[in-house]
């Protein structure tokens, strides 16, 4: 009587091909959710410059360090108050990593505000910051 079924050599070789395979496949794909994730971030801090400018055309100033980026979804209550404020975002968005933006104002090296990301590894002043006053590099200020 002859059974039907795979020998172990059988499996081990299947076994070994699917690892190859999922060794090539793997890190192109996290290749490119981490792309994906820094366009996300470009996007985000792009909508952010213009929810500033619109703040600024309204009212005559950015908002202050104090007053943050939450000025573009709620009235600042810390002067100086805008006279002609309105709801510039629904909500404030989040960089590729689920992190907050970090806005001040004034700016640095002439900019009227600084806005970036803390890139992927999340933290403040490392080479993986993504500025929205170089968005063509990851690298920013």
């Known amino acids: 009587m002859k059974r039907k079924g795979f020998t172990l050599i059988e499996l081990l070789v ?7 395979l999922a060794g090539i496949v793997i890190p192109r794909v996290v290749r490119h959710i981490d792309q994906a994730r820094i366009e996300t971030t470009r996007v985000q801090l792009k909508a952010l410059k213009g929810a500033l400018e619109e703040f600024r055309i309204d009212n005559g100033f950015y908002p202050t360090t104090e007053q943050g980026l939450k000025a573009l979804v709620e009235k600042p209550t810390i002067p100086p108050i ?6 510039y975002l629904d909500e404030l968005p989040k960089d590729g990593w689920g992190n907050d933006f970090v806005y001040m104002c004034p700016g640095l090296n002439g900019h009227p505000f600084e806005l970036f990301s803390k890139g992927p590894d999340g933290i403040e002043g490392t080479e993986d910051d993504i500025s929205v006053w170089n968005l063509s590099a990851n690298s920013t200020r």
């Open 14 to 20: 299947v076994i070994i091909i699917l690892g190859l």
């Open 82 to 87: 805008p006279k002609r404020w309105h709801k």
